[in-house]
């Protein structure tokens, strides 16, 4: 079954849990929900949807029908079967009607496929079925892998909070916590219920509210969700005073990550607000960077980074973890083998996993750590909430040397750039913000002058003026000791500050062309070096 649900998921994708800093991290809050939800928001059942119901729950899969949502639970049932049977579940024998009371029927979830909630009234589900392990046999389906969907009061009964009725003032009731961090609401454009959900977010501003349309589902599967059918998805977040985009409307095969979302309303509902510097200057205290563009490695970067590890005494950890942990290479780099080291580690667990003593003896001996390439929101993923991110700033603290390239440079910053899940394109990634401050104050990307990155930075300075923004090309190095930075390899770094920015007269007026917004950087060549004290940041935000 989880097979074929991710199969599903997989084509429809193509057409087309959650770790803070105070938490400890652990997969499932990362990899999001088991299973699959299929979560329509009332009227007519979107084609693509019950062609997804029918595939994820497959040719010799039961389905467990929940009437109870309706004043007449009977005649919903024949009407779930009827549409169920056009949808290609011919089987009758296959169609469980499951009643609250019925403890017969009620077992049958325990081996169900699929499970469709009827719509009707969610406080009257609820009530029917409280106090009894619904919950429980519902997530019981979904850690098998199979598959939950419901329409209307059967969508909106699929989060712990949940809203019961009225409209802007929602009642708020109970419902199942199928899909942790959200509020469900449906016929959402229709009956203009966005004042509602904007209401129930701001008593639950931890939570996401996701606004379904009449004749439109959204397909949650992990940590991605899709929309599927004619209408919208509304994504609302809680306002805060650093962001202005609460609401984002998805439309018809667009994608969202549920994880990210879910950050993001917990980052809001905290006021953490990235783009200010809590990690001091822009001063390395102790030990040594080596940040490094991506592009590759030449011999002068290498032999840096092994001297400022203790040359042939040197400890390397090395951590492959900015990729998706099946994807996850646990050989040691090319450029590592080549060198003449005492001991190199390669350490490839993530979230609780850091706790293994693997994974902390090596951490206790490292005097050099290797971040490689990826995706920079995979590092986050991996150990935020964790003991690794102390235990990373301790190699420093011991005078050792953190390095990293591409992905591995972009996550010594304090601000993360480019952390969007969804792709790298998105500068400022709502719940994807922070780095390891490695060095504190700092925004670092990567790949600068050959992706033509120059115009991507300036806005990240411009809305947090805390912050120093550094572009390093590729093959190229910063190596950061105090506040000294020496440039190394084959190109050239590239550091921007808000006042370096002053005679721009808004964030909408800085220049979008490449080559204009070179203009205001000051860059440092191969061979020559900086002091970062000489490049004020703004103060204050």
């Known amino acids: 079954m989880l097979i074929r649900i991710a199969a599903v998921l997989g084509l429809l994708l193509s057409n087309g849990s959650l770790a803070f800093a105070d938490q400890p991290a652990t997969l499932s809050q990362i990899d999001g929900i088991k299973g699959a939800l299929l979560?329509?928001?009332?009227?007519?059942?979107?084609?693509?949807?019950?062609?997804?119901?029918?595939?994820?729950?497959?040719?010799?899969?039961?389905?467990?029908i929940l009437p109870d949502a309706s004043d007449s639970p009977d005649e919903a049932a024949k009407q779930a079967i009827e549409w169920l049977g056009k949808s290609g579940f011919t089987d009758s024998a296959?169609?469980?009607?499951?009643?609250?009371?019925?403890?017969?029927?009620?077992?049958?979830?325990?081996?169900?496929?699929?499970?469709?909630?009827?719509?009707?009234?969610?406080?009257?589900?609820?009530?029917?079925?409280?106090?009894?392990?619904?919950?429980?046999?519902?997530?019981?389906?979904?850690?098998?892998?199979?598959?939950v969907a419901g329409t209307s009061a059967?969508?909106?009964?699929?989060?712990?909070?949940?809203?019961?009725?009225?409209?802007?003032?929602?009642?708020?009731?109970?419902?199942?916590?199928?899909?942790?961090?959200?509020?469900?609401d449906q016929h959402f454009s229709e009956r203009?219920?966005?004042?509602?959900?904007?209401?129930?977010?701001?008593?639950?501003?931890?939570?996401?509210?996701?606004?379904?349309?009449?004749?439109?589902?959204?397909?949650?599967?992990?940590?991605?969700?899709?929309?599927?059918?004619a209408g919208t998805v509304t994504a609302c977040l809680l306002p805060c005073s650093w962001r202005h985009d609460?609401?984002?409307?998805?439309?018809?095969?667009?994608?969202?990550?549920?994880?990210?979302?879910?950050?993001?309303?917990?980052?809001?509902?905290?006021?953490?607000?990235?783009?200010?510097?809590?990690?001091?200057?822009?001063?390395?205290?102790?030990?040594?960077?080596?940040?490094v563009g991506g592009g590759g490695m030449p011999p002068e970067v290498v032999s840096r980074f092994v001297e400022l590890a203790g040359g042939e005494n040197a400890h390397i950890v090395v951590l492959p973890t900015a990729v998706p942990r099946d994807q996850t290479d646990s050989s040691v780099p090319g450029f590592l083998k080549r060198a003449s080291i005492a001991k190199v580690t390669v350490l490839t667990q993530r979230t609780s996993e850091v706790e293994s003593a693997e994974f902390q003896e090596a951490m206790k001996s490292a005097t050099g750590i290797w971040?490689?390439?990826?995706?920079?929101?995979?590092?986050?993923?991996?150990?935020?909430?964790?003991?690794?991110?102390?235990?990373?700033?301790?190699?420093?603290?011991?005078?050792?040397?953190?390095?990293?390239?591409?992905?591995?440079?972009?996550?010594?910053?304090?601000?993360?750039?480019?952390?969007?899940?969804?792709?790298?394109?998105?500068?400022?990634?709502?719940?994807?913000?922070?780095?390891?401050?490695?060095?504190?104050?700092s925004a670092v990307d990567q790949h600068f002058a050959q992706r033509q990155r120059f115009a991507d930075l300036l806005p990240v300075v411009w809305t947090h003026p805390q912050m120093l923004g550094i572009g390093i090309d590729e093959a190229t190095a910063l190596v950061v000791k105090g506040t000294h930075a020496d440039v190394i390899g084959q190109s050239a770094v590239h550091f921007v500050t808000r006042p370096m920015l002053d005679q721009v007269s808004s964030l909408e007026a800085l220049p979008r062309e490449n080559g204009e917004?070179?203009?205001?950087?000051?860059?440092?060549k191969?061979?020559?070096?900086?002091d970062l004290a000489t490049l004020p940041v703004q103060a204050k935000p």
Not at 126 to 142: C, F, P, Q, V
């Open 39 to 64: 979560i329509v928001g009332g009227g007519a059942i979107p084609e693509d949807a019950q062609q997804a119901f029918r595939a994820m729950v497959g040719d010799n899969g039961s389905v467990a």
């Open 94 to 147: 296959r169609l469980i009607v499951v009643k609250a009371g019925d403890a017969q029927s009620i077992e049958t979830l325990s081996t169900a496929d699929g499970v469709w909630i009827c719509g009707g009234q969610q406080q009257r589900l609820a009530d029917a079925w409280k106090n009894t392990n619904i919950e429980e046999k519902l997530l019981g389906i979904l850690e098998r892998g199979g598959v």
């Open 154 to 184: 059967g969508a909106a009964i699929m989060s712990k909070v949940m809203i019961a009725g009225g409209n802007p003032v929602p009642d708020m009731s109970k419902g199942w916590d199928l899909l942790p961090g959200a509020i469900v």
């Open 192 to 229: 203009q219920r966005l004042p509602r959900l904007q209401e129930a977010v701001s008593n639950h501003g931890d939570c996401v509210g996701l606004g379904i349309d009449e004749g439109t589902a959204l397909l949650c599967r992990g940590r991605m969700m899709k929309v599927l059918g």
């Open 246 to 291: 609460e609401l984002q409307v998805l439309k018809s095969g667009e994608m969202a990550d549920l994880t990210q979302l879910r950050r993001a309303a917990r980052q809001r509902y905290e006021k953490r607000n990235p783009g200010i510097a809590q990690s001091g200057p822009v001063k390395v205290e102790s030990g040594s960077l080596v940040i």
């Open 371 to 441: 971040f490689g390439g990826g995706r920079q929101w995979n590092f986050v993923d991996a150990y935020e909430g964790t003991t690794a991110v102390a235990a990373f700033h301790d190699v420093l603290k011991r005078g050792g040397v953190i390095a990293g390239s591409s992905a591995g440079a972009t996550i010594q910053g304090e601000f993360l750039v480019r952390g969007h899940p969804l792709g790298n394109t998105i500068m400022m990634a709502d719940g994807y913000e922070r780095g390891f401050a490695f060095l504190p104050g």
């Open 517 to 524: 917004a070179q203009k205001f950087y000051r860059t440092v």
């Open 526 to 530: 191969t061979g020559e070096s900086i």
